[in-house]
């Protein structure tokens, strides 16, 4: 073969392995923006699902903390209606009888301070808190023949509703009984809305320190403190 023979035989094999380096070149490089494409795609949803899970997360928190703050303000407003109650209820030293129409004003904010509650309790989600509803309840029907007599009625929804004139016809011994200091319903009520107060507040506490351990279960030293004031404010 001729020195110019073998020139181009040389010259026909570089532009061949020339040739297949751009197929090579090319479809390495379709292959691997394909790669990358796909990386951005996965690193996209990552981060789509990340916002997310954060913005769930923090609704969540909110939705808690509001709901903590309502138990404890329908709570505490029931204290307080049943604390304003003892004292509209004195006799008047000079008639020696109650003022039915202060007496009657208590008694209604009483009334509508339980149905905030009740209704409160009765939405949770939180099992402890429907637990709590369903014993107020139960306990209200366990009353409702007292409650009946001083005008107090229960509703198919288990509100209250309250009738002036029966309320004003009642005998004071059947007022005692139901808004009295000792053994009566307000005072049981005071006792219930005290230990819904507490729980809220231990919830609101629990979920601004970590209630959860990375497993999901809620940590030990939380879940004493939780039970041990539950147990207090109960009974």
Do not use: C, H, P
């Amino acid at each position: 073969m001729s020195d110019m023979s073998l020139f181009f035989s040389s010259m026909s094999g570089v532009l061949n392995q020339w040739s297949d380096f751009k197929v090579s070149k090319n479809l390495y490089k379709s292959y691997f923006d394909m790669q990358k494409t796909s990386a951005k795609e996965a690193a996209s949803e990552a981060a789509s699902k990340y916002e997310n899970k954060e913005t769930s997360k923090k609704t969540s928190s909110a939705y808690s903390a509001a709901s903590n703050d309502k138990l404890k303000t329908y709570a505490n407003n029931v204290s307080s209606a049943v604390s304003n109650l003892e004292s509209s209820f004195k006799t008047d030293e000079t008639t020696g009888e109650i003022d039915r129409d202060k007496a009657y004003e208590a008694a209604s904010k009483f009334v509508d301070s339980y149905n905030e509650l009740y209704s409160s309790t009765r939405s949770s989600g939180n099992s402890t808190v429907s637990n709590k509803s369903q014993f107020i309840a139960n306990m209200t029907n366990a009353y409702s023949r007292k409650l009946s007599n001083v005008g107090i009625t229960v509703g198919s929804d288990g509100k209250l509703s309250i009738d002036k004139d029966t309320f004003n016809n009642a005998s004071e011994d059947d007022l005692d009984q139901v808004f009295g200091k000792k053994d009566s319903y307000a005072s049981f009520m005071s006792t219930q809305a005290n230990a819904v107060s507490a729980y809220a507040q231990t919830s609101a506490y629990l979920d601004a320190n970590s209630t959860y351990t990375k497993s999901g279960t809620v940590a030990s030293s939380n879940a004493s403190a939780l039970s041990g004031v539950l147990y207090n404010q109960l009974f």
